[in-house]
């Protein structure tokens, strides 16, 4: 028990309370700051393609075929090295978003759950995860075929399909890039769209939870230490 004497106890926090890492809340501010970084790589591809086009556009009029077919193919080079950086941050969204998720709902089971129960639950994938913890509490159910319910799957999907990848192929087009970066969600639609969700899922639960959101979703204000059983107050 706290000591009466405590300065803490004057404030409502007794000394024998435990802290946690708000794992959480440091994978959805990694997202949301790669999100802001991405649009600031935007221009320098912009301008590869601009290259490209304008050397595209020479090779119809001009007859050093030879040089410019030389400097298309730099040019190429430079689109792909423009977007290497682009791609990383949209990818690492998604991973970082469904993390995020995965490591809230971890928070909240393990609160309640005794041994056993959370040795099954942990082993659970991250939607049935989702799935179990408003069942367990007796709380609504989210509904599975409405938003944010049908994002946060395509999320899943996103994270699955970049963790566990399977090569994609397309028909080389010059200074085109792949389409199968739309179906892989390596898009900046699709990355929005993650971190849009993570933050409706857990407002969601807490929702349902009738507490509040945990105060980093609330304030943006993130300490990623936390005493436990405060972080909804």
Not at 72 to 81: K, L
Not at 91 to 102: D, G, K, P, R, T
Not at 204 to 232: I, N, T
Request: charged share 30%; aromatic share 8%; glycine share 4%.
């Amino acid at each position: 028990m706290a000591d009466a004497r405590s300065p803490w106890s004057q404030v409502g926090i007794v000394d024998d309370m435990n802290s946690i890492l708000a794992v959480d809340a440091l994978h959805y501010v990694a997202a949301k700051e790669a999100l802001t970084s991405i649009k600031k790589l935007e221009p320098k591809i912009k301008r590869a393609l601009r290259r490209f086009d304008r050397l595209q556009n020479m090779l119809a009029t001009d007859e050093e075929v030879e040089s410019i077919g030389i400097q298309m193919e730099g040019a190429e080079w430079e689109i792909g090295v423009a977007y290497a950086p682009y791609l990383r941050l949209i990818a690492s969204v998604h991973v970082l978003a469904a993390a995020s998720l995965e490591a809230h709902v971890n928070i909240i089971a393990q609160g309640f759950m005794k041994e056993a129960e959370w040795n099954k639950f942990e082993r659970k994938p991250l939607e049935k995860k989702w799935k179990t913890i408003p069942e367990k509490l007796k709380l609504r159910r989210f509904n599975v075929t409405q938003k944010p319910f049908t994002d946060f799957k395509r999320l899943i999907d996103r994270r699955n399909e970049l963790m566990h990848y399977k090569p994609h192929t397309d028909l080389w087009a010059p200074g085109k890039v792949p389409a199968f970066l739309g179906s892989l969600g390596l898009t900046y639609p699709e990355a929005k769209r993650s971190v849009s969700v993570t933050a409706k899922m857990i407002r969601e639960l807490a929702r349902r939870m009738k507490v509040s959101s945990p105060s980093w979703l609330v304030r943006g204000e993130v300490s990623c230490f936390e005493l436990e059983g405060q972080r909804w107050q």
